[in-house]
């Protein structure tokens, strides 16, 4: 039995952000109560052994859900693999994690579906549910058996990776998908419109000569999208938002009651355009940095709840690869082990974002939405949960990352406020920053 006395307890299924204790008993969340006596505890511990952590200046949160990670395995594993990946998610905070069907093969039958859940289960860390593809071998023609592959485990579905081209496919994909009640996760990007793009189309990209990607190349499918989720009534999200157009654009459909969620990712909240160097991939994003304008828009979105969730899109490359010149590098940041500090430090310390928002969108938000079990602190709910230090600070070293990706804006840098203890169903998975 687990005992953390005088902690901040955030939990925003129950509205609750207060100093309390909270018992852990048997995997679950025994009870949430202001103070608790050494007497009442060993009673209720019924001789069972009893770990007792001062809670002092640190909250205790439910373990964040991150609906759009990229594990790469089957078939990528010198860049990330489930296992390497569900450390990495503990490591930061993250109890679960949906993994991108954009691996090689890519994730279209139940077979595969089944895999990727069964690798996550033996490596027994963070929770793993696979998100299918939409269209066979992510082609962006044919559906996918969507029924049968939900029966496997499908927790969503998505080409992320790659936009559906064609309007009607992604509309079928919406009225099918509705048989599963499982949402369809859009990748907003017009292929004609971003071409050979390598960073958001503006001054920073003429400045530097890099061809450019225009903010509408997203936005026009998000338009798309949502009128075919209002047509259809399929349940749609959005991932990566990035553009002030798009916030305005779910703003509006909201009001109109389309069933739309959509996500932001921390690098997009944090960075923008200007910070790109020619001589340094590591921003290099898809969709790509916006600007100052946009970052803006993006904090105000998910301030007001047009933007339900945080998600990483932790995307793993290997250092050779990311090394390459620009206009050869592959897309991504990975980010697991860093967001939430990230967040902590970019956001949240200069109240730009309550943490209380913050954890809302990163685990109850997401937890509502997907139908999954985590994100609430609630008496009897599964002990999935994390102890953050607010002052805790590390310097982003490559010996300590435990992914086997490299490739994020923080290396050699300091952050601070990380997660200090991790537990998946009660059983202690990471201490003082060290995975188990
Ligand atoms: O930056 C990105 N990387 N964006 C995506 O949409 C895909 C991802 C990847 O798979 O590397
Ligand atoms: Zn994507």
Redesign the pocket.
Known sequence: MWWLKDVWVIDPSQNLSGSRDVLVKGGQILEISSSLSEEEVLAKAQGESLETVDGKGKFVFPGLIDVHT?LREPGQEDKEDILSGSRAAVRGGFTTILA?A?TQPVIDNRALIEFVRLQGERAGYAHVLPIGTVTKGMLGGELVEMADMKAGGAAAFSD??KNIQNAEVMRLALEYAKLTGLPIIS?C?DKDLAGDGQMRRGMASARMGLKGIPASAESVIVARDLLLAEETGGKLHL??ISTTESVDLIRRAKTRGVDVTAEVNPHHLIFCDEEIRLTDTVL????PLGSRGDRESLIEGLRDGTLDMIAT?H???TLAEKARPFAEA????ASLETALSAIWQYLVLPKRLSLERVIEAWSYSPAQRFGLSGGTLKAGAAADMVLFDPDFSEVIDSAQLVSKARNTPFLQKTLQGFPVMVWVEGQLVQRNRTVL
Do not use: L, Q, T, Y
Not at 284 to 287: E, G, L
């Open positions: 990229h991108m954009n992320d990776g990748h990007e991932a990566h290099k994003v898809n969709p899109d995307a793993p490359h592959p897309f991504g940041i």
